[in-house]
């Protein structure tokens, strides 16, 4: 999207400042490497991913179940040679924060092996090295110039806001589910409340009529 200035009929197009600065960040890519996902987890099932990763690389596991049971799940991280890095069990969410040791394929793992009929939904977010500077003469000795600055603060700027809007968004899909749950048990209690009061009515009812039934009794005369 391409920024300019009118200044009436023969005026030349500007790009002002601030446009500047807008199509610099949009321009600007991530180059640090990452997977999100949210991914269905079924019963007595377990899930497992994998990653090559380069040594020294700085990597960062955070997940969280939104739904399903009591919002718990195994998660193991292992690293090339099967060295566990991280391992535990029945978590509701967690991050964990390491240095790659050796070059290869890491895999980690989500298990619901010991649920035996709920089913999870699960999200994480696998962040594989860190952010690079947004100008090539950023670590210069050099201060930077007032737009290097700005962009750098509205970088760390979005960056916060994107990691509030997943947190927030995580958040309240895991409070609707629970809201439909409790919704779907009010709603069998209520039906069972129902039934029940309906039976206890009926029983009354015959039990009051046995109270004021007429109940003829015979005598019987013996002549002498």
């Known amino acids: 999207m391409l920024l300019r200035s009118w200044q009436g009929p023969g005026a030349s197009l500007r790009l002002p400042a601030a446009a500047l600065l807008l199509l610099l960040l949009l321009n600007l890519g991530w180059s640090v490497r990452a997977s999100e996902i949210t991914f269905e987890l079924p019963d007595n099932a377990k899930q497992c991913f994998y990653e090559e990763i380069v040594q020294g690389t700085k990597c960062t596991l955070e997940f969280q179940v939104i739904t399903g049971g009591h919002y718990d799940v195994d998660c193991r991280l292992e690293d090339p040679v099967g060295t566990v890095l991280y391992k535990e069990m029945k978590k509701q969410y967690d991050s964990f924060t390491f240095t790659a040791s050796r070059n290869g394929t890491y895999k980690f793992c989500f298990s ?10 699960v999200y994480f977010d696998f962040q594989i090295g860190d952010d690079p500077p947004l100008f090539p003469s950023e670590n210069r000795v050099t201060a930077l110039t007032q737009m290097e600055s700005a ?13 509030s809007q997943t947190h927030f968004r995580l958040r309240e899909a895991q409070g609707r ?3 439909e749950d409790l919704n779907t048990r009010v709603a069998y209690w209520s039906v069972g409340e129902a039934i ?3 039976v206890v009515s009926i029983g009354q009812v015959f039990l009051l009529k046995s109270f004021f039934s007429d109940k ?6 013996v002549g002498s």
């Open 112 to 121: 619901n092996e010991f649920s035996t009929f709920t089913h999870k939904t």
């Open 196 to 198: 029940i009061l309906l």
């Open 151 to 163: 962009c750098v603060s509205i970088h760390e700027a979005l960056k916060s806001v994107i990691d």
């Open 216 to 221: 003829r009794t015979t005598t019987t005369r």
């Open 177 to 179: 589910s629970r809201a």
